[in-house]
């Protein structure tokens, strides 16, 4: 089993094929579940310096800070296919290390990140060196493969801004999870294909020293400040985050597939679709747009049933394509869902 890229200007809402789990029918029961040992959204204060993302400049050169992978395991892959394994295991984050890891990804055009485990500074490291790494190896099919718990709300929000950056596809396949800080993640992906469950929960405010419910809410007002702008630049819906704060921590509220899309977790996401269509529009014209965002309707409604083979979907994508007129001969670098053909060869 096989799952492309789905990147572009109109990106479907899908699911990733084989989920294991019954959806609940309904967005209005919210369904609960228990938090593990490792979960949680923890805020911890710090000082400026220590919230603020590498400074690009030190990333483009070779000498990279020393760094490693935190509490989670990572593996860099170079296919879609996550039967055959999830890659080469990478933990030391130093540039030749994330270099010898990435590069048969070269020749592929494509690095897949598989990363299980908590959302702490080692995997927001993580993020930054393999976006840096991607861009200069020029591979534009960029997956990060996600099954964590949760973790540090400052660790998510730097690596989610890296993703933002850097145009990347977000999996939760089924048997993962995104609990918690993870949710914070998913924001920030070009496109979310989403399997397993999802889950939110209140922030826990590290070395709080709050003695009553007002000291407490002020505290995590700060936070949840922070997680509003991060949000909004990201095109989730704002209200994610009061959400948030209505489930204990002890608790899981599992959102439904209608909800991730309605808070703009999964799929497409808008503020992309948005800046890729208005370059669209100035590079291959009106028409061009009109067409490529009806295929992609169609596609969602015809081709991307859940259970679907992912081979019955790349076949019903590219008859599809010939229907609308793609590819097209002035715009033939923009065809919608290219990687349907790498199936073919």
Known sequence: ??????????????????????????????????????????????????????????????????????????????????????????ANLEYFSV?????RCRDEGLVRLHYRGKIDAGFADLVERVAAMSERMEIDNRILDLDSAGGQVEDAIRAGDAIGAGHWTLWVREGAVCHSACVLILAAGDNRLISGDVGIHRMIRMSSTASTRAELNKELREVQKQLQDYLERNGAALAIADLMMTVPSRDLRMLTQ?????????????????????????????????RKEGFMREFGQS??????????????????????????KACPDETPMPEADLSLQ
């Open 303 to 328: 081709c991307a049933r859940q259970g679907q083979h992912v081979e019955a979907m790349n076949d019903c994508s590219r008859k599809l394509r010939e229907r609308f007129g793609f590819p097209d």
């Open 1 to 90: 089993m096989q799952i492309p890229v789905f990147a572009g200007l109109m990106l479907v809402v899908a699911l990733l094929v084989g989920c294991q789990r019954e959806q609940p029918a309904s967005a209005a029961a919210p369904v609960r579940g228990k938090t593990t040992a490792d979960s949680g959204a923890i805020s911890t204060p710090r000082p400026v310096t220590d919230v603020l993302p590498t400074p690009k400049d030190v990333l483009d050169g070779t000498h990279w800070p020393a760094a490693r992978v935190g509490e989670g395991e990572a593996n860099i892959s170079c296919s879609t296919d996550y039967e055959l394994g999830d890659g080469m295991p990478l």
């Open 258 to 290: 209608e909800e991730l899309r309605e808070y703009g977790l999964s799929g497409a996401n808008a503020v992309q679709e948005d800046l890729e269509r208005i370059a669209l529009l100035r590079s291959c014209g009106q028409d061009f747009v009109r």
């Open 99 to 103: 270099l010898d890891a990435m590069d």
